[in-house]
């Protein structure tokens, strides 16, 4: 028991690493910052995309949402940040992991727009233009409020994933909570500035989990 | 040399190509392995585990529910490090590619448990009440009345969240799993040359678009028809 408790939770070597850990944790914030709104606005535009008239429209959402959808992030990231420079292409850390998580996050934000805009009654779209309203004002006034609203609990689940998976950007040594863990870790030989870490995502995350199951029980998924 | 040459010389050699394909098979071999080894267990800790919270004793459900809320919250590769890390020194040593599976397993079934305890509760009192007071037991009702109604309306979640979890087998290259990946960055530092990269992601492009495909027909097969 000493000895689990010296590797995963020593206090003295927390305490050490804090610094570095706090500094990690506000890079993790500033990528949730970046790559959250990007998949939001990105899957908007996938969700548009998907409900649109034109086939062609159509077929290339689909076909952009099922690839992303299905290459695990981390692939996608290192084929941009390790394959890319032998294009000539060459990205930092963190523009390598706002173009993997828009990539990634458009996709399945743009799926769970879709699905919303499609709980949306024909008589709402028919009621607003009737009222002299365009196309495009319908969607964004009328639509996608209500859209929105039916699909929160998948949008802050969805959130959710996207805050975990920013630790993927450890991999590719962006300095961000999980990477200042593991080098605390690879300097002490010890584990607990990791445990440190994951109480970190346990602070922030469990509080929305909780919320998500509540959501989706109210809501009857 | 062309610009097309070019990017193919630097993209799918095809010396290369051949030189490194039983690299990536065996990594393929390796994940396909993982996969189906983390489905099996993960889904069948996280059925247990609903079936224990059916029981309704409360000293049994805090550990469980904690557990659940614990392994949906933190980032797998956070768990992965920890437990890679952690039990070598408590003189515990497994291969890396048995943390990758006990630590998807855990994920995966924490997520199922949730889901399939939402199933469990979504299935009306009155049917618990009716196939209790033909006289038949707590696990008799459960397995023969409610369990099969609620599983209907579990395919479509768990579905997608198995898919979830399984690719999350890319992760296993952080530590040195032998995986698609893993062959394939190690390839490429070899070679100096993205093709292996390239050819370890096709090749999960190849396995995960079917697999994410039939997700969605079963999301659409199993679909909560609206009366």
Redesign the interface.
């Known amino acids: 028991m000493d000895?689990?408790l010296f590797?995963?939770f020593n206090l003295d070597i927390m305490r050490q690493a804090l610094p570095l850990i706090l500094d990690g944790a506000k890079m993790t914030l500033l990528l949730c910052l970046a790559v959250i709104p990007l998949g939001l606005v990105g899957g908007l535009m996938v969700a548009t995309g998907s409900i649109s008239t034109s086939r062609t429209s159509r077929i290339l959402t689909k076909g952009y949402v099922?690839?992303f959808?299905?290459?695990?992030?981390?692939?996608l990231l290192?084929?941009i940040y390790?394959?890319l420079p032998?294009?000539g292409i060459r990205l930092s850390p963190f523009m390598a992991v706002c173009l993997a998580f828009f990539l990634n996050a458009s996709s399945f934000y743009g799926e769970i727009f879709r699905a919303g805009v499609e709980s949306v009654g024909k008589g709402q779209w028919e009621a607003a233009r009737s009222t002299g309203l365009t196309w495009m004002q319908t969607y964004q006034t009328v639509v996608l409020p209500q859209a929105s609203r039916n699909v929160l609990p998948d949008l802050v689940s969805n959130t959710?994933?996207v805050i975990?998976?920013?630790?993927?950007a450890?991999?590719v040594s962006f300095t961000e909570l999980?990477y200042a863990a593991?080098m605390a870790?690879s300097v002490t030989?010890?584990?607990s500035p990791?445990?440190l870490?994951?109480i970190l995502?346990?602070a922030v995350?469990?509080p929305?989990?909780?919320l998500v199951?509540r959501l989706?029980?109210r809501l009857?998924? | 040399m062309t610009g097309l040459d070019r990017f193919r010389d630097a993209f799918l050699k095809p010396e290369l190509i051949e030189r490194y394909l039983p690299d990536i098979l065996s990594g393929i071999a390796v994940t396909l392995q993982i996969a189906v080894a983390v489905v099996v267990t993960g889904l069948a800790l996280g059925l247990a585990l609903a079936v224990v919270r059916s029981y309704g004793y409360r000293l049994v459900n805090a550990p469980v529910i904690v557990f659940v809320d614990v392994f949906r919250a933190l980032p797998p590769l956070v768990v992965i490090l920890i437990v890679y890390f952690g039990l070598p020194n408590l003189g515990v040593n497994i291969p890396s590619f048995a943390v990758l599976w006990l630590v998807l397993s855990l994920v995966l079934a924490a997520f199922a448990e949730e889901i399939f305890w939402s199933g469990l509760i979504s299935v009306r009192k009155g049917q618990w009440d009716a196939a209790r007071s033909t006289g038949l037991s707590h696990w008799q009702a459960l397995t023969s009345v409610v369990l099969p109604q609620a599983i209907r309306i579990c395919v479509p979640p768990l579905t997608n969240r198995t898919i979830a979890v399984t690719k999350n087998t890319a992760l296993g290259t952080v530590i040195g799993v032998g995986e698609i990946m893993n062959q394939g960055t190690s390839a490429m530092s070899l070679s100096g040359n993205a093709t292996p990269l390239m050819m370890a992601a096709i090749a999960y492009v190849a396995i995960f678009v079917p697999v994410v495909a039939l997700g969605s027909w079963i999301e659409r097969r199993f679909a909560w028809k609206k009366a």
């Open positions: 000895i689990f590797q995963f099922d690839f959808r299905a290459v695990p992030p981390l692939v290192l084929v390790s394959g032998f294009a959710v994933e975990k998976l920013t630790s993927i450890s991999v999980l593991d870790r030989y010890n584990t990791i445990v870490a994951a995502y346990l995350l469990w929305v989990v909780r199951s989706e029980h009857g998924h």
